[in-house]
C-alpha cells in the first residue's frame, strides 16, 4: 500500500474509535480492515459490564467484513491514544480470518507502528494445526 492509503485507513480507524462504547475503561479503541476489494469495514470496542464479554474493535471490524461475505483483506489499522497493539484473541482472529496482512498500530500523535500479522502472532494454532491432529 502506498503512503496515502496507509494514512487514510488510519484515519478510518481514528473515525470508528468515536463510536467505541467504553464507559467502564474509557479506553476507545478503533478499526478499519481493508478488502481487497478496496471497501473498508470499521469496527470499535464494544464494553459490558461483564468484562469477558467486551468485543474488541479488530473483532468487530472482521465480522462485519464476513457478515457482508468478505474473504480477502489487504491491511488492518487499530487505532487507540496511546496506539496499543491487538490482543492475543485479536490476533488469533487476524490469523485465522485475514491470514498474513499488515496492521497498521496509531496512537493519537499519529505515530504508525508497522507489523504483519505473522509478526505479532508467530506461531498461531491454525487450520493446518487441525489437519495435523487428523492424521
Given at each position: 500500500?502506498?503512503?496515502?492509503?496507509?494514512?487514510?485507513?488510519?484515519?478510518?480507524?481514528?473515525?470508528?474509535?468515536?463510536?467505541?462504547?467504553?464507559?467502564?475503561?474509557?479506553?476507545?479503541?478503533?478499526?478499519?480492515?481493508?478488502?481487497?476489494?478496496?471497501?473498508?469495514?470499521?469496527?470499535?470496542?464494544?464494553?459490558?459490564?461483564?468484562y469477558g464479554l467486551t468485543i474488541c474493535a479488530e473483532r468487530n471490524a472482521?465480522?462485519?467484513?464476513?457478515?457482508?461475505?468478505?474473504?480477502?483483506?489487504?491491511?488492518?489499522a487499530v487505532y487507540s491514544s496511546v496506539g496499543a497493539a491487538p490482543c492475543?484473541?485479536?490476533?488469533?482472529?487476524?490469523?485465522?480470518?485475514?491470514?498474513?496482512?499488515?496492521?497498521?498500530?496509531?496512537?493519537?500523535?499519529?505515530?504508525?507502528?508497522?507489523?504483519?500479522?505473522?509478526?505479532?502472532?508467530?506461531?498461531?494454532?491454525?487450520?493446518?494445526?487441525?489437519k495435523e491432529a487428523e492424521k
Open positions: 500500500m502506498d503512503k496515502q492509503s496507509i494514512q487514510n485507513l488510519c484515519k478510518e480507524a481514528e473515525k470508528a474509535s468515536q463510536n467505541a462504547h467504553a464507559p467502564y475503561s474509557n479506553f476507545h479503541v478503533g478499526a478499519a480492515l481493508l478488502a481487497k476489494n478496496h471497501k473498508i469495514y470499521h469496527g470499535c470496542n464494544v464494553e459490558s459490564s461483564s472482521i465480522a462485519a467484513a464476513v457478515v457482508h461475505g468478505e474473504t480477502e483483506f489487504e491491511a488492518l492475543g484473541a485479536c490476533r488469533q482472529v487476524i490469523w485465522d480470518i485475514c491470514h498474513n496482512i499488515p496492521v497498521y498500530v496509531i496512537d493519537d500523535k499519529g505515530h504508525i507502528r508497522t507489523y504483519t500479522s505473522a509478526e505479532i502472532l508467530p506461531v498461531p494454532f491454525d487450520e493446518n494445526k487441525l
